[in-house]
């Protein structure tokens, strides 16, 4: 058992954009470290391990070295949290106060600062007020910054962080946007294209044939950052070329300020109204002339107003609905007949990509429906006439699948484990040389840093591994509860939306294919709980 007296620290180190840029040398990430090393070594305490982010902002807590501390904290790896000033640890005066006098002496941990004289188990009047005025300090910053950005923008100067694709930063002044040929070549012929009738899903469908790279593609090239295989790579969509026919830019306008921030504790943005932007005309030079933008946008308007007459509709399985082959959410949309409309379902990434993405998997709603209905009246029917002998036939079919499932898991999450232990003793050795001397500082935070990246890995997986163990877990109650919810649709008439919901977790459609002369459709049913009761075998629709 631990002595009380003896004192295993957690140092910790944060940085933000704001706090350094690249200027205060006394505020590096490495600068902190030093300090803490030096700080422990000199108390001749022992280091359990050192935790970092750098890049994160000390408004929220939401950062990933914090909360890993948080988790070993809980698991009582160490009695002391050590930090170079109480800036460092927060610049949220509730949370920090919350934090430093609630939820560390619960867990009977010290909290100390090197810079300002805090240390939890004395006594320090002042700390709150050190806490308040480290807040103050961010959402001045704050507020200093967004009147920078705002003054800037309705000068006319670029803000953004990525040129839009036509342009580029010019290199004398990164607030100028100048045009980039290669690029403005594919922006004029989109435009012209859907001015002249074409719709957005065939020009991007003959970008993507003739393999011109996506805007996020062409941007990373030019950035020298690593390109994706091929089939991996981010394609032409609807989406993306609409998004470009709507960007005011390439008549030489700049509309800035669309977005705020909901607080400065907060990286939440909401859009503001359409009078609050900021707009300046001819700020640079425009790729396309104001009567061809007039003509795209006079048919765009059309399609906007069309499609705001049906954005209320839902579909019946909207949201539970996916496509087999690509997995992607097959979209709802009404389709006008002669006599009325109907509700049908399409691949989303057909919809926005075309058929180099995917197929349309189209299925008409009123089918699927029928299916499902006559699918639940089976199984309500079952579960009245035979309760006890359906539930012992699903626990039995789902038993091996899972059994199958956990067993990968568990062996996975053991595997994780094993080396987490050993990174951590490995990390333990390490701060061990650097305060015997035997280690310098430089070569500690190299190896340090590359052992917290693949810690900070494994322990993300660890957490999405135990959430599946346990999904993989169905028991009796989850069979019975199903079987209850069945029960009660013996009767049932019409499927509605919130049957389907209770009942179905999702359902999966194939591409409709032709079989002697007839569409055949396979559609695979998972109910809640209990999953495919057909052991995952597909049923056919005609």
């Not at 940085?15 to 803490?36: F, T, V």
């Not at 970092?52 to 000390?58: A, I, M, Q, V």
């Not at 805007?215 to 993306?240: F, M, N």
């Not at 989303?348 to 209905?373: K, M, P, Q, W």
């Amino acid at each position: 058992m631990r002595s009380q007296d003896t004192t295993i620290a957690a140092l910790y180190c944060r940085l933000s954009r704001d706090d350094n840029n690249g200027s205060q040398e006394s505020m590096s990430i490495e600068n902190q470290r030093q300090i803490l090393l030096d700080y422990a070594a000199h108390r001749r305490w022992t280091v359990c391990d050192i935790y970092t982010d750098d890049g994160y902002s000390g408004t929220n807590f939401d950062r990933p070295d914090f909360k890993r501390m948080l988790r070993d904290a809980e698991a009582g790896k160490f009695n002391c949290i050590v930090a170079k000033d109480s800036s460092r640890f927060g610049r949220n005066y509730i949370e920090v106060g919350r934090y430093t006098e609630q939820i560390l002496p619960r867990l009977g941990i010290r909290f100390i600062t090197v810079n300002g004289g805090i240390d939890t188990h004395a006594e320090n009047d002042f700390a709150p007020f050190l806490f308040f005025f480290d807040e103050h300090h961010a959402r001045e910053t704050s507020r200093k910054v967004r009147q920078v950005k705002s003054s800037r923008a309705s000068q006319g100067k670029f803000m953004g962080s990525q040129a839009p694709y036509g342009y580029v930063k010019s290199l004398e002044d990164k607030h100028k946007l100048v045009i980039d040929g290669e690029a403005a070549s594919f922006v004029r012929r989109m435009f012209s294209e859907y001015a002249g009738g074409d719709s957005a899903r065939m020009i991007a469908g003959r970008l993507n044939e003739e393999g011109v790279d996506s805007p996020q593609v062409y941007h990373d090239k030019k950035e020298g950052r690593v390109i994706l295989d091929s089939g991996k790579r981010p394609l032409w969509g609807s989406c993306t070329v609409i998004q470009l026919l709507r960007n005011q830019a390439y008549i030489g306008d700049l509309v800035q300020g669309k977005r705020e921030v909901v607080s400065f504790k907060s990286t939440e943005r909401r859009l503001k109204d359409p009078e609050d932007w900021i707009v300046v005309k001819g700020t640079h030079e425009a790729i396309i002339d104001r009567e061809l933008w007039e003509k795209a946008h006079s048919k765009l308007g059309r399609r906007e107003n069309a499609r705001k007459t049906k954005k209320d509709s839902v579909g019946l399985f909207s949201g539970k609905i996916y496509c087999s082959d690509c997995k992607s959410p097959l979209a709802y949309m009404r389709k006008s007949l002669k006599n009325g409309e109907k509700g049908v379902y399409r691949c989303s990434r057909y919809n926005n990509n075309g058929v180099e993405a995917c197929t349309s998997h189209y299925i008409d709603e009123s089918f699927l429906a029928a299916f499902v209905l006559n699918d639940v009246r089976l199984y309500a029917r079952l579960a009245v006439a035979e309760r006890e002998q359906l539930t012992k036939r699903l626990l039995r079919e789902m038993s091996s699948q899972h059994d199958v499932k956990s067993k990968a898991l568990l062996a996975h999450r053991a595997k994780n484990e094993k080396r987490l232990l050993e990174i951590a003793s490995r990390m333990k050795d390490l701060f061990e040389e650097k305060c015997k001397g035997t280690l310098s500082a430089k070569v500690l935070i190299t190896m340090t840093d590359a052992f917290e990246k693949e810690q900070c890995q494994l322990e993300e997986e660890q957490d999405i591994l135990a959430k599946q163990i346990h999904s993989a877990k169905n028991t009796e109650d989850e069979v019975s509860g199903w079987i209850d919810l069945i029960e009660r649709q013996l009767d049932i008439k019409e499927l509605d939306r919130i049957t389907a919901m209770e009942l179905i977790d999702c359902v999966e459609v194939s591409e409709a294919r032709d079989v002697n002369g007839e569409r055949r459709q396979e559609v695979s049913i998972l109910y809640r709980f209990v999953g495919n009761l057909q052991g995952h075998n597909k049923k056919s629709i005609a």
